[in-house]
């Protein structure tokens, strides 16, 4: 059986808190010229990370599974602010 992982994550559900992301880029300089592998890009699961043609990594916190991939991953730069989102805000998993 083959699992289809863009159908298993669309049936989680998530609660934006707009204006007040929970993940940010400090600074994203350091993405287009000192990261030279933005393994961002690839690490996370939601595709949250977005390698540009201009060598710019965008960031939509939009749907993110709040694992702290990213966080891990960029631990050589420290170049991900991440926290968990407010209370009632974020990933809303659906079991079953």
């Given at each position: 059986?083959?699992?289809?992982?863009?159908?298993?994550?669309?049936?989680?559900?998530?609660?934006?808190?707009?204006?007040?992301?929970?993940?940010?880029?400090?600074?994203?300089?350091?993405?287009?010229?000192?990261?030279?592998?933005?393994?961002?890009?690839?690490?996370?699961?939601?595709?949250?990370?977005?390698?540009?043609?201009?060598?710019?990594?965008?960031?939509?916190?939009?749907?993110?599974?709040?694992?702290?991939?990213c966080?891990?991953?960029?631990?050589?730069?420290?170049?991900?602010?991440?926290e968990?989102?407010?209370?009632?805000?974020?990933?809303?998993?659906?079991?079953?």
């Amino acid at each position: 059986m083959n699992v289809n992982v863009e159908e298993k994550l669309f049936q989680n559900r998530y609660k934006v808190d707009h204006g007040r992301p929970h993940i940010s880029i400090v600074d994203p300089s350091v993405c287009a010229s000192e990261c030279r592998t933005q393994q961002c890009t690839r690490v996370c699961p939601a595709s949250c990370y977005k390698a540009e043609g201009n060598g710019n990594v965008s960031l939509i916190t939009d749907g993110c599974l709040e694992c702290g991939s990213c966080r891990i991953i960029c631990d050589d730069f420290r170049n991900v602010e991440w926290e968990y989102p407010r209370g009632g805000y974020g990933i809303l998993f659906k079991f079953g």
